[in-house]
């Protein structure tokens, strides 16, 4: 199982940017997925995630009413759509599929909030 993250860049803080993890190897349908970030000089944290069958649902309290996560199964693509970004979002974000605690990893996008 392969994924590949991809959207990140540049913004101005009230911006936006919308993050996309596509997954080969295995239908979606059968993962929880999440999205983690890391700051410079920081832990990886843990932003968002869903469950399989999208009946639980979690996000960091940093984020909560700015961001939010999905899934198109069909295409087996994930998302983070990320509104009204602030410097402190500055980040790598990866993406994550867990299956029966079998979790993989994409490579990390970059995201930059600064004016």
């Known amino acids: 199982v392969q994924l590949q993250a991809s959207g990140g860049g540049s913004v101005q803080p009230g911006g936006s940017l919308r993050l996309s993890c596509s997954v080969s190897?295995?239908?979606?349908?059968?993962?929880?997925i999440g999205w983690f970030r890391r700051a410079p000089g920081s832990e990886r944290e843990g932003v968002s995630c869903?469950?399989?069958?999208?009946?639980?649902?979690y996000y960091a309290d940093s984020v909560k009413g700015r961001f939010t996560i999905s899934r198109d199964n069909a295409k087996n693509t994930m998302y983070l759509q990320m509104n009204n970004l602030k410097p402190e979002d500055t980040a790598v974000y990866y993406c994550?599929?867990?299956?029966?605690?079998?979790?993989?990893w994409g490579q990390g996008t970059l995201v930059t909030v600064s004016s």
């Open positions: 994550n599929a867990d299956k029966l605690q079998r979790v993989y």
């Open positions: 190897g295995d239908s979606l349908r059968y993962y929880a």
């Open positions: 869903i469950s399989e069958g999208e009946e639980r649902e």
